[in-house]
């Protein structure tokens, strides 16, 4: 057997723990085999093609072709994965390429490539790198890529067929034949790691794996090139070092994801706190502090009475050594700028010797209660917002200067309260389907806490089946109505009645 009979050989049992192949009287691949490849692997500067290429099912085994490929190119001292667009264009994966999370799915592959190659060169040297890799920003876009040009021009001596409209690129050392028939040795090398991974989500994207088995494989191929992740660092730490770097913090997710959770574990570390929930009536005089009416016996009175800002400041001054905490819920739903008022610039860190000091509070004999550059240095501000909220006020890019931003992303949950299967389903739909900023909509965890199957279904049917329903008719999501409809079918026997 050849060099190149043994190489496309372990290829395709690779494709095919992956999925690649149906059962049935006559195996039948989910690919059309092209090889256009010298017997040794070698590169013949005068060929015009080297390659090794999966393509879509259906096309020809010659000629133009379309639709996206996972292809090999041999080269001299690198070889080149890639995810291909065919010389006729998208074809019938246009839809494919479009949908987002398929250029989520890349992209985080990117990513972990990109990591793994740092961890096997022992520094940050990306001369040293064993690979380097591109992914498009627009999967849509089967035009000539200025950058991904410039990396294949970094390979020029490799004689490696140019392809610069591809979305998806990884330049990696070529494997080490020699080793070829040593099975432990030969899977060792980069190459086939590298591979596998790319490999893998290329299957995912095609939804060849559908038994329990060949997803299995997918996830042990993406985990081979994945650091192992610090589990010592979690939520609740990564926003205790935010604010002690920069005392304003903002804790932004959709509903479910456990922003009030935090907040409420934040407060432990702080010997005192105020907490305030904005609203679109939410005024100036409600925050920072103003007159508000009261009945004295028959009469209606006017009293000045310190809002939760100034409250919260006061308290800091009074307790100069301990550190003090300022809660605003639902941040957005207020319009920031008439609600702040001058109190927006004392949430600018800067040098206070030359900053302007401001007046607020109350005036007595003609002075007002607090005179103030900037808020005390024992004040700490976290702030929650709703990203599912489509009726929420625009947050000025000046504010968000202001304030570090936190995502809470839903999450699975370790106990046996949690339904894991069906967050697992919600969370598929969301993560091919959805925009970035759909993304953000994806209802979180405590939605799939139930003490039982049948509270789980109530959940489904009068809790997420409502709320997916709202974001379709919102407009968000459409493409995927059809896997929340067969989701809901499967779950409670309904269907969303659009």
């Known amino acids: 057997m050849s060099k190149k009979e043994k190489f496309i050989n372990e290829m395709e049992k690779i494709l095919k723990d992956l999925g690649a192949q149906t059962r049935g009287k006559k195996s039948n691949k989910l690919y059309v085999l092209r090889k256009a490849v010298h017997e040794d692997l070698t590169v013949d500067g005068e060929s015009k093609q080297n390659f090794i290429g999966f393509i879509r099912a259906g096309q020809a085994e010659s000629g133009p072709y379309a639709g996206l490929s996972l292809k090999v190119n041999p080269g001299i001292n690198h070889y080149r994965i890639s995810l291909d667009i065919g010389s006729l264009g998208f074809g019938d994966d246009y839809q494919l390429a479009a949908t987002p999370g398929v250029k989520r799915k890349f992209m985080r592959l990117q990513k972990d490539l990109m990591n793994y190659a740092k961890e096997k060169s022992s520094g940050n040297d990306a001369a040293n790198f064993p690979l380097k890799c591109f992914c498009a920003v627009d999967f849509t876009d089967d035009s000539e890529k200025q950058y991904l040009k410039s990396l294949e021009a970094e390979y020029v001596d490799d004689k490696i067929d ?84 920069r005392k304003y913090v903002v804790l932004q997710g959709a509903p479910g994801t456990g922003k009030t959770r935090l907040t409420g574990k934040l407060r432990s570390d702080f010997s005192d706190y105020v907490f305030t929930q904005f609203h679109a009536e939410t005024s100036y005089s409600d925050f920072i502090g103003g007159y508000q009416p009261s009945v004295l016996g028959d009469n209606v009175v006017y009293r000045y009475e310190n809002g939760p800002l100034l409250q919260a400041i006061k308290k800091a001054q009074e307790k100069s050594n301990e550190k003090v905490l300022l809660i605003i819920d639902e941040i957005n739903r207020a319009n920031l700028s008439n609600v702040l008022g001058e109190a927006f610039y004392l949430f600018e860190k800067s040098d206070e010797d030359t900053r302007a000091e401001i007046s607020l509070g109350k005036q007595t004999d003609g002075q007002p209660e607090f005179r103030i550059k900037q808020l005390p240095e024992n004040l700490y501000v976290v702030a929650t917002m709703n990203t599912s909220d489509r009726s929420l006020a625009v947050v000025d890019f000046a504010l968000r200067r202001r304030f570090m931003w936190y995502t809470l992303f839903p999450q699975s949950l370790p106990n046996n309260t949690f339904h894991l299967e069906q967050f697992n389903k919600i969370n598929e739909i969301f993560e091919m389907y959805a925009s970035s900023e759909e993304l953000l909509l994806q209802p979180g965890q405590s939605y799939f806490i139930a003490d039982s199957e049948e509270e789980m279904k109530e959940r489904i049917e009068y809790e997420l089946l409502p709320l997916i329903k709202e974001y379709l008719n919102l407009g968000f999501l459409t493409n995927a109505a059809d896997h929340f409809n067969q989701f809901f079918i499967e779950e409670i026997d309904q269907t969303i009645d659009l």
């Not at 080490?176 to 060792?188: A, G, I, L, T, Y």
């Not at 609740?236 to 604010?243: Q, R």
């Open 162 to 245: 140019s392809h610069t409209q591809d979305l998806f690129v990884v330049m990696v050392e070529k494997p080490n034949f020699d080793v070829m028939e040593n099975k432990q040795e030969w899977e060792k090398e980069i190459f086939w790691r590298v591979f596998k991974a790319v490999a893998a989500v290329y299957a995912e994207v095609r939804n060849w794996p559908n038994t329990r088995a060949q997803k299995k494989t997918a996830t042990d191929y993406l985990e081979a090139i994945c650091l192992k992740k610090d589990n010592t660092i979690d939520e609740i730490t990564e926003v205790k070092n935010l604010l002690e770097k």
